[in-house]
């Protein structure tokens, strides 16, 4: 079945715990991205990957990092994680730049 | 700055039509999407302008104005599965995977 997974989908953890959250799709999409979804503020993209070693900055990029070493994986990375960064966060991916985003099933993280 | 407005809350009754709005302002415009996204769950796709005018799948159809910075989407003989909420993405400059996305509109279908 053609999806976009993410591992885990809760977690509860610590400041200052560092913490990576994966995206894997399985469609060969060349275009992945990386958003959270908080209330009032809507979905705002972090990271997103053209291919792969291929990164740029969203518009909320701070406190987190990404790597895109391979084309299905795209994994989220939070080095030092704050309370600030309790979110629900989403992994999407495109086949091309013009073609609809395919979300993950979303990660709910509760940082404290 | 760049900004994609919607409206917070819409009411309906079950079998009627209603349009949701979307205006955006954002530095450069590569194509309009509309998601459904239901309680707890991830965002699907509904539709796609990039070019002006109406483009319509099924009950649903969405409209885009480029000069105006609008869009619509509107939904045909509601059901109370299409309680959920809509959000507004504009896709941004030439070359880029860069997505705005409005807050979204949360919308109740009552029977």
């Known amino acids: 079945e053609a999806q976009v997974t993410q591992n885990p989908r809760y977690l509860i953890t610590v400041t200052g715990k560092k913490l990576t959250v994966t995206c894997s799709q399985n469609?060969?999409?060349?275009?992945m991205s990386w958003y959270r979804q908080d209330p009032g503020l809507g979905l705002r993209q972090i990271y997103y990957?053209?291919?792969?070693?291929?990164?740029d900055k969203g518009d909320v990029p701070e406190g987190y990092k990404v790597s895109r070493k391979e084309k299905r994986n795209f994994p989220l990375i939070l080095e030092s994680p704050s309370p600030n960064q309790t979110s629900l966060y989403f992994c999407a991916s495109s086949l091309e730049l013009f073609d609809t985003q395919y979300f993950g099933p979303g990660t709910r993280l509760t940082v404290l | 700055g760049q900004n994609i407005d919607q409206p917070t809350e819409m009411t309906a009754t079950e079998g009627a039509i209603v349009q949701i709005n979307c205006t955006y302002q954002?530095?450069?415009?590569?194509?309009l999407f509309w998601y459904q996204q239901h309680a707890g769950e991830a965002p699907t796709f509904l539709s796609y302008?990039?070019?002006?005018g109406l483009e319509e799948k099924g009950r649903f159809s969405s409209f885009l104005s480029r000069s105006k910075g609008y869009s619509y989407l509107l939904l045909k003989e509601l059901q109370m599965k299409d309680s959920a909420s809509y959000l507004c993405?504009?896709?941004?400059?030439?070359?880029?995977?860069?997505?705005?996305f409005g807050t979204g509109t949360r919308l109740k279908v009552l029977a």
């Open positions: 993405a504009v896709r941004g400059p030439s070359g880029t995977y860069k997505y705005i």
């Open positions: 990957s053209m291919n792969v070693e291929v990164t």
């Open positions: 302008n990039v070019l002006d």
């Open positions: 954002t530095s450069g415009f590569n194509g």
């Open positions: 469609m060969n999409h060349e275009y």
